[in-house]
Each structure stands twice: as structure tokens, then as C-alpha cells.
């Protein structure tokens, strides 16, 4: 499948706030970074929840794709699009034919 795709890059669209927890023995504290925020796509949504409805890990999703974890990532985070709605529907009936939900 991964020589029938063709990723694109997303501009951002904006920054977002982002943040986290570091866990140390003297006490936790709060971090907060700034990073780009992307606009969402509704194929990449789609294809996240078809994911999870298979109980499906991301590098496991990926494998059934034949692309990498970090492609997957990408397009179901709006970082990344395919060229064309063909390819969307091609990796949305791969995924879905994989198997049964449990």
C-alpha cells in the first residue's frame, strides 16, 4: 500500500499551548511549551476511529497499512494528508476489512 499513498504536508494553522507533568522525588510540576497546531481532517478522524473501534495499536494499524507508525500519526493528527480521496478511501477500506471489532 505505502507505494500507492502519497503524503503531503500540512501548514499550521496557528500555535497551541501545550502541556505536561514531570514527576520528580522533591515534587511535581507543570510544564507548558508552545507547538504547532494543525487543522483536523475529517478522513484522519475517521481513520482514527475506525482504529480504535478494531482495538487496534497504532503500529499495528500501521502495519496493516504497510506505512509507518509516524505517517499513521501524522494523518490522523492533521500534521499530513494524502494527494487525493481515492488514497483516503484506499487505507479506510484496508483498515476496516482488517477485521472484526472485539
Not at 507533568?21 to 475529517?42: I, K, L, M, N
Not at 480504535?52 to 497504532?58: A, K, S, Y
Not at 494523518?75 to 487525493?84: F, I, V, Y
Amino acid at each position: 500500500m505505502a507505494h500507492l499513498v502519497s503524503f503531503l504536508p500540512v501548514e499550521p494553522i496557528g500555535e497551541r499551548t501545550a502541556r505536561g507533568f514531570q514527576c520528580r522525588s522533591d515534587g511535581s510540576t507543570v510544564h507548558e511549551w508552545s507547538e504547532p497546531a494543525y487543522p483536523p481532517h475529517p478522513h484522519g478522524a475517521h481513520l482514527r476511529e475506525t482504529r480504535l473501534r478494531l482495538d487496534l495499536g497504532i503500529r499495528e494499524a500501521a502495519t496493516v497499512l504497510e506505512i509507518r507508525s509516524s505517517e499513521l500519526s501524522a494523518l490522523e493528527n492533521g500534521r499530513a494528508t494524502l494527494a487525493d480521496e481515492q488514497q483516503w478511501v484506499a487505507l479506510e477500506s484496508l483498515l476496516a476489512a482488517h477485521k472484526e471489532p472485539r
